[in-house]
């Protein structure tokens, strides 16, 4: 199999469709709009799915949608998707950086300006690091 090639039979246009459907229910316009709340790779942000896969985040958005309390108004929501009902793992996200840290970190770098380059590296080398001279 090569390089980003999908490790199945392609999804079904009423997979497709449906998944669609899903999608701009959750407010996203498109696929590639959806790739990084979903999680979705670059073939998949491209509209290409397996069958397997199609019915994952079918499952997923369906479940998203119930746990909501949403309908997502579409006829094939009522229909029972026979992949699995587990959602996909939620993505790790980078904590944004507050204000306060941003001005926690100006300060501490101010801060290290009062300390001389032996100083510093004395600090370093006592927690462990080894430090060489330019």
């Known amino acids: 199999m090569a390089f980003g090639e999908a490790s199945g039979p392609p999804a079904s ?5 449906e998944l669609t459907e899903l ?3 959750a407010g996203h316009a498109d696929f590639r709009d959806a790739r990084g709340p979903m999680g979705f790779t670059q073939r998949q942000a491209s509209g290409k799915f397996t069958r397997d896969e199609a019915d994952e985040f079918i499952a997923a958005l ?3 949608a119930h746990e909501s309390g949403t309908d997502a108004g579409s006829p ?3 229909t029972t998707s026979t ?3 587990a959602a996909p ?3 790790p ?5 507050t204000r306060a840290k941003t001005t926690q970190r100006a300060r501490a770098g101010t801060s290290l300006e009062a300390f001389s380059d032996e100083q510093l590296a004395g600090e370093l080398q006592r927690r462990g690091w080894v430090v060489m001279e330019p």
């Open 23 to 25: 999608l701009r229910a």
């Open 89 to 91: 793992a939620p993505r």
């Open 83 to 85: 992949g699995p009902s």
């Open 62 to 64: 369906q479940q998203a």
């Open 76 to 78: 094939a929501d009522a």
């Open 13 to 17: 246009h009423s997979q497709m469709r």
């Open 93 to 97: 996200t980078r904590p944004k950086t």
